[in-house]
């Protein structure tokens, strides 16, 4: 009887498991890089073609007011996985071996799910750090802390960007593939790096004939990998070199065996491509996809990266119980560096029949205005979330306190301080959105309805638009509302000060 009893018991718990499992769904954050608001078919994109991303936008929800937190990447990624503005944590673009941006003792995104029970992974673009503050990174031992040491259990990674050395893949704290007798090495001059026994790459600077894929310019000339320029210097690690052509392929193929891993328990996937960043290497079946050069092939591949993940989740019966976000870091950028081939009109005026990556909106990458952190960002859950457009106003730093909500978890007062509980807007039942929100590049900025006041630097004017009137942010009107740019000042400088934005 007893025995029967424990069988019961067991049956019981595993009953009460497999219910949370369904409840709980699984979720997929896909995270482009550096595709602006205009670069998707469902936002106006004419010249490139988005299939995937589009069949994600009609079956979900499709945000027309959605932002990235900052202007450019590194801030932008650690105030998603953080609820933290990185300017309160000095986060920017960060340099080839930088230490890890995010302290291992704080509130993370994946730390509330794994607090909800999930299994946790990242694959894709890092570029948040690793290792320790004064400690170099040794490339040929554990390279930590990292994501495993945020939350994560498990990570895949392009250690910085795809124009950075070191051009190696790291899994959880090692190098993938790497050669014991051909130590790795990184750092900011060819001196600093070539050793004996170590492979030696060209200087950019001094040997620009090495850069046999396409020529580069501004920093992106040191160390010469596969025939690309790229920011810093190595030497070593031949055998772990990550292929720039397969490298959409590998994130792919990792976000498959992580997906099939996990299927029959709730997991948490962030999915953070290298498309559309530089240098630009689509795979060869999609190049020539498109008019606008190596830019809009990215693209193409990037939907392709997109529909993969959703062909996965079908495969595994999971699509209806997994929520899938698309957004992206930050605003589009062009040439940025490399001579890709990238044609793209350069502004948002009467259409020349070009392409212009932020739509109608003004600005792009490392710019405060809407190009710059106004994104496309899509959420898809089949039956709990209607699909249709919002013009609601989110940003992305709310998902670690929505999702928070979802679980029902509290937040203690010092975690995610910047982080709001906005689930009602996210699943299309709040058409405002945020009665206020925070933006940064060079400078930082207040949106406030239909409001957008741009903080001065030292002795010049600051900027305020009327969205409403003028979507372009073309007139400045702050001579016509000083009232309304010095309350809305005020405010900014408030929420800097206070150290928070979530009351």
Not at 179 to 207: E, I, M
Request: with cysteine; net charge positive.
């Amino acid at each position: 009887m007893k025995r029967f009893g424990l069988v019961g018991c067991i049956g019981m718990v595993a009953l009460a498991t497999a219910t949370m499992a369904a409840w709980r769904p699984n979720v997929v954050i896909i995270y482009g890089d550096d595709v602006g608001f205009g670069d998707v078919g469902v936002y106006g994109a004419k010249l490139i073609p988005t299939p995937n991303i589009d069949r994600l936008a009609k079956q979900g929800l499709q945000f027309m007011d959605a932002h990235c937190t900052a202007a450019t990447c590194t801030p932008s990624r650690f105030s998603l996985l953080t609820g933290v503005h990185g300017f309160r944590h000095g986060v920017r673009i960060l340099t080839p071996n930088a230490p890890l941006t995010i302290p291992t003792d704080i509130m993370t995104l994946p730390k509330l799910f794994k607090k909800a029970g999930y299994t946790t992974g990242v694959i894709g673009k890092w570029h948040l750090g690793l290792g320790k503050k004064g400690t170099p990174v040794d490339w040929n031992a554990d390279v930590k802390p990292g994501p495993l040491e945020i939350g994560f259990d498990y990570s895949f990674l392009l250690p910085s960007t795809n124009d950075r050395v070191p051009t190696v893949y790291l899994k959880n704290h090692r190098v993938v593939n790497l050669d014991p007798s051909d130590p790795l090495h990184v750092g900011r001059s060819k001196a600093a790096v070539d050793r004996p026994g170590s492979t030696p790459y060209p200087d950019g600077k001094t040997n620009r004939e090495a850069m046999t894929y396409y020529q580069s310019s501004h920093e992106h000339n040191n160390s010469v990998i596969n025939g690309i320029g790229r920011i810093g210097y190595m030497a070593g690690g031949e055998a772990a070199l990550w292929d720039d052509e397969t490298m959409a392929d590998e994130f792919v193929k990792q976000a498959a065996k992580f997906i099939a891993a996990h299927k029959r328990k709730p997991f948490f996937l962030y999915f953070a491509s290298q498309d559309i960043h530089v240098p630009r290497t689509p795979h060869p079946r999609f190049q020539g996809k498109t008019t606008l050069g190596y830019r809009g092939d990215a693209m193409v591949q990037l939907d392709w990266s997109t529909g993969q993940i959703m062909k996965m989740l079908e495969k595994a019966g999971l699509t209806k119980n997994t929520i899938v976000i698309f957004s992206s870091d930050n605003g589009p950028v062009y040439d940025d560096g490399y001579k890709d081939g990238t044609t793209v009109r350069t502004s948002n005026a009467a259409s020349d029949g070009g392409h212009f990556g932020a739509g109608p909106y003004r600005g792009g990458k490392y710019q405060i205005y809407e190009g710059g952190t106004r994104v496309p960002f899509i959420i898809r859950w089949p039956g709990k979330i209607k699909p249709g457009t919002s013009d609601a106003l989110v940003s992305q730093i709310d998902l670690l306190a929505s999702f928070a909500e979802l679980f029902d978890i509290k937040l203690e007062h010092d975690e995610a301080p910047d982080s709001r509980n906005m689930l009602r807007a996210f699943f299309g039942r709040d058409p405002a959105g945020l009665p206020f929100m925070v933006e940064e590049a060079y400078g930082k900025a207040l949106r406030r309805g239909k409001w957008k006041y741009i903080a001065p630097p030292k002795n010049k004017k600051g900027q305020l638009y009327d969205l409403d009137k003028d979507i372009a942010e073309t007139t400045n009107v702050i001579d016509e509302f000083p009232e309304i740019a010095g309350e809305m000042d005020k405010i900014l400088e408030k929420l800097v000060k206070d150290g928070r934005v979530r009351p």
